[in-house]
């Protein structure tokens, strides 16, 4: 586990490869609950090749100077981002 929120990241090494690779993260809230907002690719091993971005919502909550992932929310595709984004849009301008 990470003591500091810069060290919180999704990367994954299995076998040698990186088998999930962060592109970049967004830090929507810091504190004891932290959420964070992560950009990544899988490694696609049949096509020797990172697939699409993919989005993940993360929440940690900091206990024992370390923090602790608690929950997690994917973002399968691209167009459930668009989705997303459209709906939060809407919301967020209404009157």
């Known amino acids: 586990m990470a003591e500091r929120i810069e ?3 999704v990367n994954y090494t299995e076998d ?3 088998t999930t690779k962060e592109i970049d993260k967004v830090v929507l809230s810091k504190g004891s609950w932290t959420t964070i907002l992560f950009r ?3 490694w696609d091993r049949a096509k020797e090749a990172y ?5 993940t919502i993360r929440r940690y909550q ?9 929950s997690k929310f994917n973002i399968s595709s691209r167009a ?3 989705a997303l984004v459209e709906a939060l849009q809407g919301w967020l301008t209404e009157d």
């Open 7 to 9: 060290d919180l990241t």
């Open 40 to 42: 990544y690719q899988d």
């Open 80 to 82: 459930q981002a668009q």
């Open 62 to 70: 900091k206990r024992g100077g370390e923090y602790r992932q608690q």
């Open 16 to 18: 040698g490869i990186d």
């Open 51 to 55: 697939g699409a971005d993919k989005y």
